[in-house]
């Protein structure tokens, strides 16, 4: 089985863009969250999906957005960029069901640059 | 306020010998806890976990010790290798208590740098 993707690896952007980072679970997961990992703040949840409803939502501004697909893919957004936003983004997908519901599996992170 | 502590940044070992990784937790709701090994450039990943209905768990050269009347759990590798040297995640979630505040949602402390000298 394929793990968990993200696209793409390395982002460069201004302060006031918006950027769109995408994330394709494990075959079969349907829940995917997100975290955000900085030096001071270490690893960060921003939010989860599950069947295309966001369940749960962290402690972050409403420039962060996200969403999910029919097909668990998901998307998360962050509007009028600022560069406290730099920062590695990390998606994980979890099956939901069966003994490794509890267990969130990682991809390899966007690394988002503000400047 | 850091709901999942791990308070030592660093930790080195000889090969061969026992790494014991600690991390203590405050919020009694949590009944699920994952160590995560991370590479840099990379995602975490997934070493071992246990529910708070048991209090050890063992896969290969990791197991985990859970200690609820402590809120303290520990991972032990033996016999540590150069390869192990990684930062470690101890994480936590209220997995069985799932709902509102809870889903999809790992709280993680702040990392263990284990370095494994040859």
């Known amino acids: 089985k394929a793990g968990v993707t993200q696209t793409p690896r390395y982002l460069i952007k201004t302060r006031g863009q918006q950027v769109t980072l995408s994330c394709s679970p494990i075959?079969?997961?349907?829940?995917v969250s997100w975290y955000q990992q900085t030096p001071g703040q270490g690893l960060q949840f921003l939010f989860e999906?599950?069947?295309?409803?966001?369940?749960n939502k962290g402690n972050f501004p409403g420039r962060f957005s996200g969403r999910q697909f029919s097909n668990s893919r998901s998307e998360m957004n962050v509007s009028t960029l600022e560069l406290g936003d730099s920062a590695l983004y990390l998606c994980?997908?979890?099956?939901?069901?069966?003994?490794?519901?509890?267990?969130?599996?990682f991809g390899a992170g966007t690394r988002l640059s503000v400047l | 306020d850091q709901q999942v502590k791990q308070n030592s940044p660093s930790l080195s070992v000889q090969e061969g010998r026992i790494s014991i990784l600690n991390c203590d937790y405050t919020?009694?709701?949590?009944?699920?806890f994952l160590w995560y090994k991370k590479y840099p450039a990379e995602g975490p990943t997934f070493l071992i976990s246990?529910?708070?209905?048991?209090d050890k768990n063992e896969d290969g050269r990791f197991t985990v010790f859970l200690n609820k009347s402590a809120k303290h759990l520990s991972l032990h590798i033996v016999p540590s290798q150069p390869g192990d040297s990684a930062v470690y995640f101890c994480?936590?979630?209220?997995?069985?208590?799932?709902?509102?505040?809870?889903?999809?949602?790992?709280?993680f402390g702040q990392g263990t740098i284990l370095t494994v000298h040859p």
């Open positions: 994480a936590a979630s209220s997995a069985l208590n799932a709902g509102g505040t809870s889903y999809g949602k790992l709280t």
């Open positions: 994980a997908s979890s099956p939901s069901t069966g003994n490794a519901k509890n267990i969130q599996y």
């Open positions: 075959s079969g997961h349907r829940s």
């Open positions: 919020n009694s709701m949590f009944d699920y």
């Open positions: 246990i529910s708070s209905i048991k």
């Open positions: 999906y599950f069947s295309e409803t966001q369940r």
